[in-house]
């Protein structure tokens, strides 16, 4: 064994092949850099030029099954792509939905009929998946979802108000989190189904947002809209199970969201200070600059690893384990991601805040890593009270 990365086999060190995929990634994606990402929030338009060649090389499913267009690949690899993409100022925010969440759960539970019908489009980019949990008095707790189906007959009426989804006017379907009453103990119990965005009965009103991205928020309405019976995914039974499988990937991508953006503010500030030259020598010989760069740069590295541990965990089958280590990872990388954009846009001075260096803008963005899919506050609770064992707060 040697202590070389590049011969080192280990979870927590990639593989050739994970960073040859990281090095094709970055490339796509400073061919589009941040330029393209902020004409396009402008312009008020999508990314789609940027989602469709990412499709088309293969990395929107590289976690999706290869009998069904995908890669073959798991969390560590898609993961790899969304950090990258973000680090080259250009981040896909549906990457953490559409094949992360929505993919994951149809290739685990979708019936054979559902993995052909979604899995192959999801895998290429042609097809996009929005997925609908959060709702206005619950936010993502999922004992608290009101959202409910019933039967009628074959089919299901599926009736409730969901808020802050991503993407629904984009994607040809909403996964959306529901519940069914136990006709043995008459508790609810959660239930996912595919609605297709033209479903009758199934509205969408755009939430507006001081936030800087192609992808817009959303309300969701449904009263009594009417599914056929093969739009529930999976078992009936299952219940938080399929829940999990896609909440556990949300997080670890979220991670590489914050990763990425944390990486590219960082680069940024490195960069001004390393050419900035105040007095006889530029800024960064200064350690009330260097230093807080420099800590910067350590805390997004122990965050990749943790991040890099909950993708093994998760790709490995292990549930519980994933569950922790992916709240963990979200955790530390918003934490780190929110402190590297803040450290950059300080570093630059009145600059950090100009259109020019593009910065301040991500101000506003680091803050969606540390709110979504779940706040810091609820992940300190599932710490204290599943890893640590301290009675449970709430």
Known sequence: MTTSQGTFDSALLESDERRALRAAVGDLGRRYGRDYFTAAVRAGKQTDELWREAGALGYLGVNLPEEYGGGGGGMAELSIVLEE?????????????????????????????????????????????????????????????????????????????????????????TLIVGRTEDARTGKLKPCLFIVDRETPGFEYRQIEMELGAPEKQFQLFLDDVRLPADALVGDEDAGLLQLFAGLNPERIMTAAFSLGMGRFALDKAVEYARTRQVWQSPIGAHQAIAHPLAVAHIELELARLMMQKAAYLYDAGDDMGAGEAANMAKYAAAEAGAKAVDQAVHTLGGNGLTTEYGLAALLTASRVGRIAPVSREMILNFVSHHTLGLPKSY
């Open 85 to 173: 993409l973000g680090a080259a100022g250009c981040p896909l925010l549906l990457l953490i939905v559409s094949p992360a969440i929505c993919g994951t759960v149809i290739a685990r539970f979708g019936t054979e009929e559902q993995k052909r019908r979604w899995l192959p489009g999801l895998s290429d980019g042609s097809l996009r998946m929005a997925f609908g949990i959060t709702e206005p008095e619950a936010g993502s707790n999922s004992h608290r979802i009101t959202t409910t189906a019933r039967r009628d007959g074959d089919d299901w009426l599926l009736t409730g108000r969901k808020v802050f989804i991503s993407g629904v006017d984009i994607a040809d379907a």
